[in-house]
């Protein structure tokens, strides 16, 4: 049987002082060229580099034959659609790759380990190889605004990169409107899903997946677009953090619950996707094949802990496997109040105020039968946009007038940062259009401290829309494309 190898940290694999310290990253740029120089050769190899990013999805017309507009969004099989994504395309890599590589494995980007880390890692900003040669690992298109130029190392913003929310989450999956679909998103009708928009949204998609897309990619780079994202070479290092993060969820408890379970649905078990191998074979592989990352995919990473207990058995009531799989059926959640017009994003400070009413349904009953606050979830719903703006949006509850919008203030719930936004417009004219965006943000948490600071009316929300990072005398400034908000909304469970 084939070892185990480990995907390590790239920030330890080099640094400023010596981008190419460990030959890994040097064995990657190796392959991605490869993988570019078939592309020019053989256009029609679906294991080309151009071909493996249509599998995410395509750019122009469509190509017969060709496997395309495969990438699972806003449902519960993000995560494991780009495990198996990634695995594939590990395999291509290693096709290329000299036999001196024999135990390569794909680095993974740990952006939230530290501040230093937040930058670009530098063997993706070089232009050149160590011998002088071309880099395949830099693209232009990232980030270049008078913010921020992540190609020239500055840091993306610490809130693009927080992993709390996601890791605190305690079922993988949820399925009730106006509540967040848990830490990997909603169960999905149909099963397939794509393009992906609409509610179902897992936290950790939103924040960091999201937010670090657009980070990187900015207003027109190839990070922030689902057709071109596949295209940038740290779009895999990205989203191997993300499967990293999926199995230290899967391993650890987090705030209040025991290490995380995933659901036991056939539904979600049976489900199979289709790939490209290194021989341009057509692969398929099903979610109850890839969820144990070292037995079965003979890899691990190289900061995960040790597993722990396992959680109650599916049959155990209310056990958090059984959760994985329904959300909270007994007290879905109950909307209490919502904004009454859309709402415009266009680079500036904007707000909208949501009157509030108490629950008098199935929420009201779970109330009286509970202790301590309600479940309460703030919905930003049906965002629609031609283009992504390339700044994430901050957003803040009852942030008193005069007092600056950013992260660290009591206020802040949270950041959108829109990734996605093109797919909420239909292809052609007879094409009908798709949902718009949806985030949620669960409040319960912060309702407690705004009440204790005095930023509390229960009859009235006032919510709060800022740029990241951009202070408000350089919001003027701002170019973005405008977006619009469908719906700010609160749910009471």
């Excluded at 122009?60 to 699972?72: A, I, N």
């Excluded at 900015?218 to 940038?232: E, W």
Aim: glycine share 10%; proline share 9%; with cysteine.
């Amino acid at each position: 049987m084939n070892e185990v190898r480990t995907r390590q940290d790239v920030w330890e694999l080099g640094d400023e002082k010596d981008p190419w310290r460990d030959p890994t990253l040097l064995a990657y740029a190796q392959g991605v060229g490869a993988m570019q120089e078939v592309a020019q050769r053989e256009p029609g190899n679906g294991a080309n580099w151009t071909n493996q990013a249509a599998i995410h999805e395509r750019r122009g017309s469509k190509v017969p034959g060709r496997l395309e507009d495969q990438c699972q969004h806003a449902t519960w099989f993000f995560l494991p659609w780009h495990r198996m994504y990634l695995y594939w395309f590990e395999q291509i890599v290693r096709s290329h790759i000299d036999a001196d590589y024999g135990d390569w494995a794909l680095p993974y980007w740990n952006y939230s380990a530290s501040e230093a880390k937040r930058s670009l890692p530098p063997a993706f900003r070089e232009q050149q190889l160590p011998d002088g040669g071309p880099n395949p690992l830099y693209v232009e298109e990232r980030q270049k605004t008078s913010r921020r130029d992540i190609n020239g190392g500055d840091p993306m913003t610490e809130a693009a990169v927080e992993t709390a929310e996601a890791m605190a989450q305690a079922v993988f999956s949820r399925t009730s409107p106006g509540s967040t679909g848990g830490f990997g998103g909603s169960e999905t009708d149909p099963l397939f899903h794509h393009p992906a928009t609409g509610e179902g949204v897992g936290v950790l998609e939103e924040v960091p997946h999201g937010s670090v897309h657009v980070e990187v990619g900015g207003r027109n780079g190839f990070m922030s677009y689902f057709s071109t994202a596949a295209l940038d070479p740290i779009f895999w290092l990205h989203h191997a953090n993300l499967d990293r993060l999926w199995e230290e969820w899967r391993r650890t408890a987090g705030s209040g619950h025991p290490a995380g379970v995933n659901p036991t649905a056939s539904d979600w078990l049976d489900m199979r996707f289709e790939f490209v191998n290194p021989q341009d074979g057509r692969p398929k592989m099903a979610v109850r094949d890839v969820l144990d990352i070292e037995a079965q995919l003979r890899y691990t990473y190289s900061d995960l802990p040790a597993a722990e207990a396992p959680a109650p058995e599916p049959g155990s009531p209310r056990s958090l496997a059984k959760m994985a799989d329904e959300g909270n059926p007994e007290h879905p959640p109950e909307l209490v109040g919502a904004s009454e017009g859309p709402l415009t994003l266009a680079g500036r400070t904007t707000a909208a105020s949501v009157p509030v009413s108490p629950p008098s349904g199935p929420a009201s009953r779970a109330l009286s039968e509970q202790e301590g606050p309600a479940a309460t979830y703030l919905n930003i719903e049906n965002i629609r946009g031609e283009a992504v703006p390339g700044v994430l949006y901050g957003v803040y509850l009852n942030l008193p007038e005069g007092e600056p919008a950013e992260p660290d203030s009591p206020s802040y719930v949270g950041a959108i940062s829109l990734f996605g936004i093109e797919a909420t417009q239909p292809d052609d004219e007879k094409e009908e259009a798709p949902h718009g965006l949806h985030y949620t943000f669960d409040i319960s948490g912060k309702l407690a401290g705004l009440r204790e600071q005095g930023r509390w009316n229960p009859e009235r929300f006032e919510v709060t829309f800022s740029p990241v990072g951009v202070d408000a005398e350089a919001e003027g400034e701002l170019d973005v494309p405008s977006v619009e908000v469908g719906r700010v909304s609160v749910f009471v469970e």
